[in-house]
């Protein structure tokens, strides 16, 4: 059986999930509710301290504390195998965990930025996946996730067919727009809904709009 870790390497994980919920916790406690979300800086300060912490953990199992052993015989010197997580030591995580963080936050930052432009400026045949009880009141608290398509841009005014069946979660809708079937005409109801630019994107603030697709 292949083994997850070495010696003491469960302590990377246990350390990074730990410390981000604490810290979660701790600064929406008193500086509000929200608050470590909704402020990017956080997340990176919080970060940094943690695999700071992390990296001197691993340093000093790896480094300072392994034991050295010598052959009675030979009179070579060998080190304890290294504390490691999938071979790999604590400390070299604590390089890599930010790194990954860093690129997946940008990569996300820039797609909120890249629908928050689409929602701004809408055009005909744009399609959103929307949650549609934050949008309409007595829609089904279950099967709620469908989609909206664009059918016209009248300076603020967007007006939208909304699709005739949901799903129980955000995969449905993504599998529809993944292989088109959110393009065809029958997807939706010819009922036509209005709302401004300003409504649409306070329905991305609130998650009511979850994603945006465009041709």
Do not use: C
């Not at 979300?37 to 990176?44: E, G, H, P, Y």
């Not at 504390?83 to 990569?107: K, N, Q, S």
């Not at 409504?199 to 991305?204: C, I, N, Q, T």
Request: proline residues 3%; without cysteine.
């Amino acid at each position: 059986m292949l083994a997850i870790w070495k010696g003491k390497g469960w302590i990377v994980p246990v350390v990074f999930i730990a410390a981000f919920v604490d810290v979660q916790v701790v600064i929406d406690y008193f500086m509000g509710e929200g608050f470590y979300s909704d402020n990017r800086w956080v997340k990176i300060l919080a970060l940094v301290v943690v695999a700071i912490i992390l990296g001197g953990i691993g340093y000093l199992l790896n480094n300072r504390d392994r034991i050295i052993e010598v052959d009675s015989e030979t009179g070579k010197k060998t080190k304890s195998p290294a504390h490691t997580l999938l071979f790999l030591p604590i400390e070299v995580w604590a390089v890599m965990v930010p790194f990954v963080f860093l690129g997946v936050d940008y990569f996300n930052a820039e797609q909120e930025s890249k629908t928050l432009i689409y929602l701004e400026n809408p055009r005909v045949n744009d399609i959103y996946g929307v949650d549609f009880s934050k949008i309409f009141k007595n829609e089904d608290p279950i099967y709620k996730y469908g989609a909206m398509v664009v059918v016209s841009v009248d300076m603020n005014l967007i007006e939208v067919q909304s699709s005739t069946h949901a799903y129980d979660g955000k995969s449905g809708i993504r599998k529809d727009m993944h292989n088109g079937k959110v393009k065809e005409a029958f997807y939706y109801a010819d009922e036509v809904t209005s709302f401004t630019i300003r409504e649409l994107v306070k329905f991305y603030g609130d998650g009511a709009i979850f994603s945006v697709s465009r041709e």
